[in-house]
C-alpha cells in the first residue's frame, strides 16, 4: 500500500488550481462567457445574482445605443504615451484590431476604452497597494473611437503582472481591460486582452472563469509583426466580437 | 457568417481613470426645469455596501425621443444625450441628475432606463430596469413587470424621496440575497444576449 500523499506541501494556489479544473469540467458556458458564480474567483460568493435572470425582449430603447464622437474623444486620448511630459518607462507597443458584431459586420464609430497597469505591474489607483513603482509619465486610461472598418488602435507600455488577494501568491497575468459599446445596448462589453504564451493563464481565476478553450484563446492577442513598428514599438492583434445582431429597425411588416 | 463573442471579463477594482469621467452622472445641469436626482446603493448578498461598482443609465427623453446625438463625454450643457455612467462611491452611493423618459413610440414597454451593473467580483455585467410609479397605466401593462411578481417588479421600481429638498427617486440595488434586483437576460431577434 502507498502512503496517503503529504498534505503539507499543498499551497493555497494548488487548491485553487484544483478549483479551476473542476469547474471546468461542469456545463460549457453559453457563449463562452463566465458564470457570474465561480468560487475560484472568491470576490464572485457575494457578489453573483442566486435567482436566475429574467428572460425578457430587448426594449425598443435597449435595441439602442448611445453614440459617441469625435467630440468625446481626443486624438491623443489613443496614445498613452503621451499623456505626460516625459516618456513611459517600459515596453511600448501597438494594439490594434476590429471590433465585429456576431454577423461579422464592422462596429463603426463606437467607442473604445482601454486602461491598465505600467509597466511594473502597478495601476495609479489609491486602492493599488503593490509595492511596485508608480510611473509620473504613464496614467494607462485611453479611449478611441472605431473607424468606418471598425477598427482601432492604441499605443501604449506593455503592462506587468501583478498580485492581488485572492488567495496567497496570487497574481494577474498582465492584461489590458477593454470597454466596448455596439449599436445596441445588448451588446456591451467589458473584457480583459491578455498577452500570448503568458505562464500565468492556468494559475489565474478571473482568466480561467471562461472554461472553454477555444473562448479562452479569444482573449489573446496575437504578436503581429506587420503590426510592429521598427525602431519603435511591438505589434498586437486583437479582434472583438460582440454579443447579438446590430440594431435593425424593426421589419413595419412584422411589428 | 455567425461569430463567436469575446468572452465577458470583470470590471476589477481600478477602473477609476478609465471609465469615470466628469459630469458621467449629470445627463442634464443643475437647474435643468423637471430634472430629477435618481440615487441609491448597491449592496451585495451580505447587505454590505459595494464600493467599486460602476453603473451606467440609458434613456429616451421626457419627448420618448432616444437621441443619437455623441457628447455624453463632453457634455455642452445643453443636449440631452441619455447616456450617464457613475462609479459608488465609499458608501456603496450613486447619483445621477436627470429628466424622467416618455413613452417611446411602438414601444411596449412602460417608460424605462436602461441600466448596465459592473463591479469588481462580477465576472459579466448586468442589466436591469428602473421604472417610475406614477406611468400606473403603462406598468400594469408592461410585459415584464406585469409577469414578475408583485414582490419582483418592486425591486425595477424607482422610490419617489425628496434629496436635498428637490425631487428625487431611489434606486437600490441588491445582487444578492434578500430582495434581489431583477437582473434581465435580454432577447433580441438573434436570440439571447445576456
Ligand atoms: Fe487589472
Redesign the pocket.
Known amino acids: 500500500m502507498s502512503p496517503a500523499p503529504p498534505e503539507r506541501g499543498r499551497s493555497e494556489q494548488d487548491e485553487v488550481t484544483d478549483a479551476i479544473r473542476e469547474a471546468a469540467l461542469v456545463a460549457p458556458q453559453r457563449g463562452g462567457h463566465p458564470d457570474r458564480a465561480y468560487a475560484p474567483y472568491r470576490s464572485t460568493a457575494l457578489r453573483s445574482p442566486s435567482q436566475p435572470l429574467v428572460v425578457a425582449p430587448a426594449s425598443l430603447l435597449e435595441q439602442t445605443a448611445p453614440v459617441f464622437g469625435a467630440k468625446d474623444v481626443a486624438a491623443t486620448d489613443a496614445d498613452l504615451t503621451v499623456h505626460s511630459t516625459g516618456e513611459p518607462l517600459g515596453e511600448r507597443i501597438v494594439v490594434t484590431g476590429r471590433v465585429l458584431d456576431r454577423d461579422g459586420r464592422p462596429v463603426r464609430n463606437q467607442l473604445v476604452e482601454v486602461w ?2 505600467n509597466a511594473s505591474g502597478r ?1 495609479a489607483h489609491d486602492g493599488d497597494r503593490h509595492p511596485a513603482p508608480l510611473d509620473p509619465h504613464f496614467t494607462g486610461g485611453g479611449r478611441c473611437l472605431t473607424d468606418d472598418d471598425g477598427r482601432y488602435r492604441f499605443v501604449t507600455i506593455k503592462p506587468g503582472a ?1 498580485p492581488w488577494r485572492n488567495h496567497h501568491n496570487a497574481w ?1 497575468p498582465a ?1 489590458i ?1 477593454f470597454s466596448l459599446f455596439g449599436t445596441a445596448f445588448t451588446q456591451r462589453l467589458v473584457t ?1 486582452m491578455y498577452f500570448p504564451g503568458d505562464q500565468l493563464f492556468a494559475l489565474d481565476p478571473i482568466f480561467s472563469s471562461v472554461t472553454d478553450e477555444k473562448a479562452q484563446q479569444r482573449l489573446i492577442a496575437r504578436y503581429d509583426h506587420d503590426t510592429t513598428v521598427a525602431e519603435w514599438a511591438l505589434g498586437y492583434q486583437w479582434d472583438i466580437v460582440l454579443d447579438g445582431p446590430g440594431a435593425t429597425p424593426p421589419d413595419p411588416d412584422e411589428v | 457568417m455567425t461569430l463567436d463573442p469575446s468572452p465577458s471579463q470583470t470590471v ?1 477594482p ?1 477602473f477609476a481613470f478609465g471609465l469615470p469621467f466628469d459630469g458621467g452622472g449629470d445627463v442634464v445641469p443643475p437647474g435643468t426645469a423637471g430634472a430629477i436626482s435618481l440615487h441609491g446603493t448597491v449592496r451585495d448578498g451580505a447587505g454590505a455596501p459595494v464600493p467599486d461598482a460602476l453603473l451606467e443609465f440609458w434613456q429616451a427623453g421626457p419627448d420618448g425621443r432616444i437621441a443619437a446625438r455623441a457628447g455624453s463625454l463632453v457634455r455642452d450643457g445643453r443636449s440631452f444625450t441619455g447616456f450617464a455612467r457613475v462609479p459608488t462611491d465609499r458608501s456603496g452611493d450613486y447619483v445621477i441628475r436627470t429628466l424622467r423618459p416618455g413613452p417611446v413610440a411602438g414601444s411596449a414597454e412602460a417608460p424605462h432606463l436602461a441600466v448596465t451593473v459592473f463591479a469588481r467580483g462580477l465576472l459579466h455585467h448586468l442589466f436591469t430596469r428602473v421604472y417610475f410609479p406614477n406611468h400606473t397605466e403603462a406598468n400594469a401593462a408592461d410585459p415584464l413587470l406585469s409577469a414578475l411578481p408583485e414582490e419582483r417588479a418592486a425591486t425595477l421600481m424607482a422610490i419617489p424621496d425628496g434629496w436635498f429638498g428637490g425631487p428625487g427617486y431611489r434606486f437600490d440595488v441588491r445582487l444578492q440575497g434578500p430582495g434581489e434586483t431583477v437582473f434581465l437576460d435580454l432577447i433580441s431577434e438573434a436570440g439571447a444576449v445576456r
Do not use: C
Open positions: 491598465q497597469a495601476y501583478y494577474r492584461h481591460h480583459q | 476589477g481600478f
